[in-house]
């Protein structure tokens, strides 16, 4: 699999956009882009994924760059629940397991 | 999305007992569920792949005696953490494979064990 870096932490307005970057520079063709979030003391959260085109769901968007090599995880207007760590993965097949880097903790502010 | 139950959320034991944790698939089938082990602040590591009806693949360094994968229903996976000691003491979450929705993982809400 891919190796991910992310920041080890960010902090973000509540109401702003939070934008989390993630590297993955050795990304194969067929690996696609995963982003889980865990909150404190519970199970990860699957958030979206993508493979190529940049997607939107009701939690967030995911803009990939035209090269694959790095991507970015959206949430339009964070609020104080969003505050967790989040998870950049890269997988050829997310229905096996995942392998999870350190991610980044987002700490929502008022 | 598909739920995934874990069962205790939390629990105590003394030194030398035994702790079963179960994962359940809740609404979905699960051939191959996931059991990862998670210290504070640090994050989840891989200790085992349970596939239904077959013997669980363990991760290096992860003792198969002390941690005991079941996997006898398509909904039900069981970690049983033998003789526990206090380095054994973490948060333990499970997860399970379905293939709606491109195969995504979902993960259950963990299980915090203590042991005294």
């Known amino acids: 699999d891919a190796k991910t870096t992310q920041p080890p932490s960010m902090d973000c307005a509540e109401g702003r956009a939070a934008n989390l970057p993630c590297n993955h520079s050795t990304i194969s063709g067929n690996e696609y882009v995963y982003w889980y979030r865990q909150i404190h003391s519970q199970g990860p959260q699957y958030i979206i994924h993508g493979l190529k085109n940049n997607e939107t769901n009701e939690m967030a968007s995911l803009i990939i760059t035209e090269d694959r090599k790095s991507s970015t995880l959206i949430l339009p207007h964070a609020t104080l629940r969003d505050t967790a760590v989040y998870y950049c993965?890269?997988?050829?097949?997310?229905?096996?397991?995942?392998?999870f880097g350190g991610g980044t903790r987002l700490m929502v502010k008022p | 999305g598909a739920v995934v139950s874990q069962h205790p959320s939390r629990v105590i034991c003394k030194s030398g007992t035994s702790v079963k944790i179960e994962c359940r698939s809740l609404?979905?089938?699960?051939?191959?569920m996931f059991w990862y082990r998670q210290f504070p602040k640090k994050s989840l590591m891989l200790m085992a792949t349970?596939?239904?009806?077959?013997?669980?693949?363990?991760e290096q360094g992860v003792e198969k005696d002390k941690f005991l994968i079941n996997h006898a229903s398509l909904t039900l996976s069981t970690l049983t953490v033998t003789s526990a000691h206090p380095e054994d003491s973490s948060f333990y979450i499970c997860s399970a494979r379905t293939w709606a929705g491109r195969g995504k993982l979902f993960f259950g809400s963990g299980t915090q064990l203590s042991v005294l």
């Open positions: 609404d979905f089938q699960a051939t191959t």
């Open positions: 993965i890269v997988r050829v097949d997310a229905g096996n397991m995942l392998t």
């Open positions: 349970s596939n239904e009806g077959s013997k669980a693949t363990y």
